[in-house]
């Protein structure tokens, strides 16, 4: 089944210690992206990869890195987490020119 | 800012057909309209997106005017599961990267 998975599922957490949320697609697709949702702010997109080895900045990339070293993997990774990036993540991918298939989403809470 | 202006919310009744506008005035000749939705805190899920076409799925319809600044997605027979926040997203691809802006969307509640 064609699909974009993430985990953990949910994650509490406390300040400054480092995390990884891991994201991973099945559809060999090139373009891979992070999102945060917050209430009353939609979703805002964090960090985004246009294909192994290259990464650029979202909207909102401060607190945050991400690598991608293979096409199918795209883990999002908090150094040192602070309770205003307590969100819920999505991880999105698409294959170039076309629509996005999101993953489930990652509640994540920083105390 | 999103570059398109939806109602903020919207019933319908079930069995009905949905219809969901959208402004986007501002659209540029090689952005696409975009519909997703999301059903109360899961990943968004691709409906339709179109160019200048009409578009229809198995989903959805997409009817697009033809100066391009505003759409409406229709569901022709809304069921209960159709209730989710529907987002219009104008975007295309770019050297700056493929960032779908979504909004705030319409709310759309579906009764029985």
């Known amino acids: 089944e064609a699909q974009v998975t993430q985990n953990p599922r949910y994650l509490i957490t406390v300040t400054g210690k480092k995390l990884t949320v891991t994201c991973s697609q099945n559809?060999?697709?090139?373009?891979m992206s992070w999102y945060r949702q917050d209430p009353g702010l939609g979703l805002r997109q964090i960090y985004y990869?246009?294909?192994?080895?290259?990464?650029d900045k979202g909207d909102v990339p401060e607190g945050y890195k991400v690598s991608r070293k293979e096409k199918r993997n795209f883990p999002l990774i908090l150094e040192s987490p602070s309770p205003n990036q307590t969100s819920l993540y999505f991880c999105?991918?698409?294959?170039?020119?076309?629509?996005?298939?999101f993953g489930p989403g990652t509640r994540l809470t920083v105390l | 800012d999103a570059k398109t202006t939806q109602p903020p919310s919207m019933d319908c009744a079930e069995g009905r057909a949905a219809n969901l506008p959208c402004n986007h005035s501002?659209?540029?000749?090689?952005?696409?309209v975009y519909w997703y939705r999301q059903i109360h805190s899961q990943g968004p899920q691709y409906i339709i997106h179109?160019?200048?076409n009409n578009e229809t799925n198995e989903m959805a319809s997409l009817i697009i005017t033809e100066d391009r600044k505003s759409s409406t997605l229709i569901l022709p027979h809304a069921t209960l599961r159709d209730t989710a926040v529907y987002y219009c997203?104008?975007?295309?691809?770019?050297?700056?990267?493929?960032?779908?802006?979504f909004g705030k969307g319409t709310s759309l509640l579906v009764t029985p």
């Open positions: 990869s246009m294909n192994v080895e290259v990464t």
């Open positions: 501002t659209i540029s000749g090689n952005e696409y």
């Open positions: 559809m060999n697709h090139e373009y």
């Open positions: 997203i104008v975007s295309s691809l770019s050297n700056s990267g493929y960032a779908l802006n």
């Open positions: 999105a991918s698409s294959p170039l020119t076309d629509t996005q298939y």
């Open positions: 179109g160019l200048k």
